[in-house]
T-cell receptor, first 114, second 114 residues
């Protein structure tokens, strides 16, 4: 069974640009969550999607947005990039019925903003 | 408010020593779930264990064991006879039953010296 796949793995952008990251969950998983990991803040929850609907949102500015497609694949977008957006962005999926189930993570997309 | 605290930022042990990683959590929910994840250098978080708030039985899995104590809001993780392959960052996480958001601690970086 393929795991969670994130693309791209690495990317470099400059301030003011925008970026789109992609996540393909484990087959059959309909819940996709995004987390930002930085050395100072640890893992911070961005948002969670289930069946194309955002179910939960963390405390991030509106520059951070996401969506989920009918095949459960998800994208997150960051507009007007700032230096502080440099981070590892992790996507995680969870099986449909498992409200309390574990998250399965991808390897992340490492974004560097110059 | 939901919060997970991992006070130990970095730990170094010599191979074959035992090591305990501490995790203290805060939640007002009566039903919640606790998790431990391992993050090797590749970046992908690997699920280790899930425990619900009604099950205070300790668990052992090979060299790994977990001690859940509701009275002290702690969910500590012990590695017995540590090995170099155990070197990683370990995260403790809390997921309340009322939502799908995971709250992660800031992680403990474990280095096992050969």
């Amino acid at each position: 069974k393929a795991g969670v796949t994130q693309t791209p793995r690495y990317l470099i952008k400059t301030r003011g640009q925008q970026v789109t990251l992609s996540c393909s969950p484990i087959s059959g998983h309909r819940s996709v969550s995004w987390y930002q990991q930085t050395p100072g803040q640890g893992l911070q929850f961005l948002f969670e999607y289930f069946s194309e609907t955002q179910r939960n949102k963390g405390n991030f500015p509106g520059r951070f947005s996401g969506r989920q497609f009918s095949n459960s694949r998800s994208e997150m977008n960051v507009s007007t990039l700032e230096l502080g957006d440099s981070a590892l962005y992790l996507c995680a999926s969870k099986s449909q019925g498992a409200v309390t189930g574990e998250l399965f993570f991808g390897e992340g997309s490492r974004l560097t903003v110059l | 408010a939901q919060k997970v605290t991992q006070a130990q930022t970095e730990i170094s042990v010599v191979e074959k020593e035992d090591v305990t990683l501490d995790c203290v959590y805060e939640t007002r929910d009566t039903t919640y779930y606790l998790f431990w994840y391992k993050q090797p250098p590749s970046g992908e978080l690997v699920f280790l264990i899930r425990r619900n708030s009604f099950d205070e039985q300790n668990e052992i899995s090979g060299r790994y064991s977990w001690n859940f104590q509701k009275s002290t809001s702690s969910f500590n993780f012990t590695i017995t006879a540590s090995q170099v392959v155990d070197s990683a960052v370990y995260f403790c996480a809390l997921s309340p039953n009322t939502g799908n958001q995971f709250y992660f601690g800031t992680g403990t970086s474990l280095t096992v010296i050969p």
